[in-house]
């Protein structure tokens, strides 16, 4: 059984730093693209950042781009999402989740697996 774990969510000041991680398990998963997404108060989940499993390439929302960063590490079956200078937009639930085609990372209905989300909220 698959399970997508995320963890590291809480309360940041505008331009201040969260790492999120997502633990991985029931599966191995080369070959599969992993993907952040965020869904805020009263809007539709939004892509956030993605990364191929196998090769490590990487891609983003232009709203993040340079700000975040996604990485994983094979050993942990780990998948982390690095975020600095925060802004109080990117308040919103962010969910870790598992795609096993990877031909449209960006989009909601590709992805096969999901976690539970974990709050992120950035207010002074």
């Known amino acids: 059984q698959v399970q997508l774990v995320e963890s590291g969510g809480g309360l940041v000041q505008p331009g201040g730093s969260l790492r999120l991680s997502c633990a991985a398990s029931g599966r191995t998963f080369n070959g599969w693209t992993m993907g952040w997404f965020r869904q805020a108060p009263g809007k539709e989940r939004e892509f956030v950042a993605a990364?191929?499993?196998?090769?490590?390439?990487?891609y983003y929302a232009s709203s993040v781009k340079g700000r975040f960063t996604i990485s994983r590490d094979n050993a942990k079956n780990t998948v982390y999402l690095q975020m600095n200078s925060l802004k109080p937009e990117d308040t919103a639930v962010y969910y870790c989740?598992?795609?096993?085609?990877?031909?449209?990372?960006?989009?909601?209905?590709?992805?096969?697996?999901w976690g539970q989300g974990t709050q992120v909220t950035v207010s002074s």
């Open positions: 990364i191929r499993w196998n090769t490590g390439y990487t």
């Open positions: 989740a598992a795609d096993y085609s990877g031909t449209y990372y960006y989009q909601i209905h590709e992805y096969d697996y």
